[in-house]
């Protein structure tokens, strides 16, 4: 039996989400545009999605607006500050944003926008008086990743969001790692954007949404159609979108008990392993991190040599994130933190989630102390 240990990669779909969406596949064909009663019906199931998705996260269900996923809400909202401002204004993002950010940041700069990134302490943190220090009357936008992908660090967002709203900054959230494993709030939290995506949590991949509140400017990203209130044209993924709604009810529900269930197994991970590797470094903060992540580095010893052993081995984790597997470049999250490119190189990202438990722990626990061990005692020959 496989062990995964990649949840921030990717989750595998909650058998409830499998059902709620085959019986969408089954019985309800109808396009949500159409008029008749088979558009309805699948009209009607999209609406209630909508409304559990909102009230997961706290928010109107007039403000969500379904996406293929989070890359493509982070490009709806940055990419649409062309449209809004052409080439001119400032954006400030983070030194640890996922590439969907980062990119488009790039594309905007190239455009003449002046983009501020904004440096991280050696745990991951941001200062939020860093954030504040860098924003002016011309700064249209800050985005910032709520919880990493890499590091599973929570940033101080509920501060943050205040102290922009006082100085009437707009803010986009990216919550894609966040929702579903930490208590994603916008009330507590009022940012004016927020993206997430459904496959994070149990849902379905290639659905997710943007969160844009009432006055919040919005770009249409993909045009051509109605649908989503004029801003992502596509006739509706149904099904997909009924996935997501019924995945973010079983987090609404499940959610102190994935906190406390993944916080155990994580934990166990970290105990099992630090008796049996020396040197064992957890990068970033401890304290202000997601429940289920563990990023570690491995003095020494390449992520890339231990994880293609671990997959063989039987166990599926990740070195860096899952969309810089394959690339020997260091991630920019782990150097932003100040580790130099071998530290960054020596680092695997292990990440729990539903269906892993404390067997699965403890053998993944020992199949990764021998293979350090035989590693480092090959490198020392
Ligand atoms: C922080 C963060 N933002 C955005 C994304 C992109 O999400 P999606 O796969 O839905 O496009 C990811 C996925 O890895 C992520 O971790």
Not at 153 to 164: D, N, S, T
Request: charged share 20%.
């Amino acid at each position: 039996m496989r062990i995964y240990l990649d949840h921030n990669a990717t989750t595998p779909v909650r058998p409830e989400v499998i059902d709620a969406m085959g019986e969408v596949l089954r019985e309800v064909h109808g396009n949500p545009s159409s008029g008749h009663a088979e558009g309805g019906l699948a009209r009607a199931r999209v609406e209630a999605a909508r409304d559990e998705v909102a009230s997961l996260l706290g928010v109107a269900a007039s403000t969500i607006y379904f996406t293929a996923g989070a890359s493509e809400a982070n490009n709806s909202v940055l990419m649409g500050l062309l449209e809004e401002r052409g080439g001119s204004g400032k954006l400030v993002i983070s030194s640890v944003e996922h590439p969907s950010v980062v990119e488009p940041a790039a594309c905007l700069e190239k455009s003449g926008m002046v983009v501020t990134r904004l440096a991280v302490d050696a745990e991951g943190l941001l200062d939020p008086s860093d954030v504040f220090g860098a924003v002016d009357s011309d700064t249209v936008l800050v985005s910032l990743v709520w919880a990493n992908n890499e590091t599973g660090v929570i940033q101080p967002m509920e501060e943050i969001a205040r102290g922009l709203k006082e100085r009437e900054i707009r803010l986009h959230v990216d919550a894609t790692q966040a929702v579903g494993k930490w208590p994603v709030d916008l009330q507590r939290v009022s940012a004016d954007y927020l993206s997430c995506s459904a496959h994070k949590f149990g849902g379905p991949k290639g659905t997710g949404c943007l969160v844009a509140r009432e006055g919040a400017p919005i770009h249409p990203l993909i045009r051509g159609g109605p649908q989503e209130r004029r801003i992502r044209g596509g006739t509706e993924n149904v099904a997909g979108i009924v996935g997501f709604g019924h995945a973010c009810g079983l987090a609404a529900n499940e959610l102190t008990e994935r906190m406390e269930g993944y916080g155990a197994l994580r934990d166990r991970l970290w105990e099992g392993l630090c008796d049996g590797v020396e040197g064992l470094v957890w990068n970033g903060n401890r304290e202000h991190v997601l429940p289920n992540t563990l990023n570690l580095q491995f003095q020494e010893v390449p992520g890339e040599v231990l994880l293609q052993a671990l997959d063989i081995e039987g166990v599926a984790a990740s070195a860096g994130a899952a969309c810089h597997s394959g690339s020997i470049s260091p991630s920019h999250v782990l150097t932003a933190m100040g580790l130099s490119p071998e530290e960054a190189r020596s680092t695997l990202r292990l990440s729990v989630g539903h269906g892993v438990d404390a067997e699965q722990i403890d053998s993944a626990v020992s199949i990764l102390t021998e293979l350090v061990d035989r590693v480092r005692r090959a490198g020392s020959a």
